[in-house]
């Protein structure tokens, strides 16, 4: 059964730093793109950050040079490291798994199958 748990989020000021965790189960996660992706109410889902299998990563424009997304494959987990927080990434953040994607497919939430809770940060003084 294909699972992903998400963990870490919450409330930080501006220029703070937060880490989230996505934990899959059912699969081998280094095998996969694993995307991340926010959402804020009245939009849609927007794409945060992407690793593929090779270990490529891409960025969204609004978090690149903040964000890092990492891998540990022992603990079948994946990270989003985010410093520099600022009001405006305050949203419901979630991991998500795309069995064929490219980093490309950042854009295109649509073509991924499974989906983490989604967890909460906000960003506020």
């Known amino acids: 059964q294909v699972q992903l748990v998400q963990s870490g989020g919450g409330l930080v000021q501006p220029g703070g730093s937060l880490t989230l965790s996505c934990v899959a189960s059912?699969?081998?996660?280094?095998?996969?793109?694993i995307g991340w992706f926010r959402q804020t109410p009245g939009k849609g889902r927007e794409g945060v950050s992407c690793?593929?299998?090779?270990?490529?990563?891409k960025y969204g424009d609004s978090v690149k040079g903040r964000f890092t997304v990492s891998r540990d494959n022992a603990k079948n987990t994946v990270y989003l490291q985010m410093n520099n927080l600022k009001p405006e990434d305050t949203a419901v953040y979630f991991c998500?798994?795309?069995?064929?994607?490219?980093?490309?497919?950042?854009?295109?939430?649509?073509?991924?199958?499974?989906w983490g809770q989604g967890t909460q940060v906000t960003v506020s003084s």
């Open positions: 690793m593929i299998s090779d270990g490529s990563t």
């Open positions: 998500a798994l795309n069995f064929n994607g490219n980093v490309e497919s950042m854009a295109r939430p649509w073509e991924y199958k499974y």
């Open positions: 059912g699969f081998t996660l280094d095998l996969y793109a």
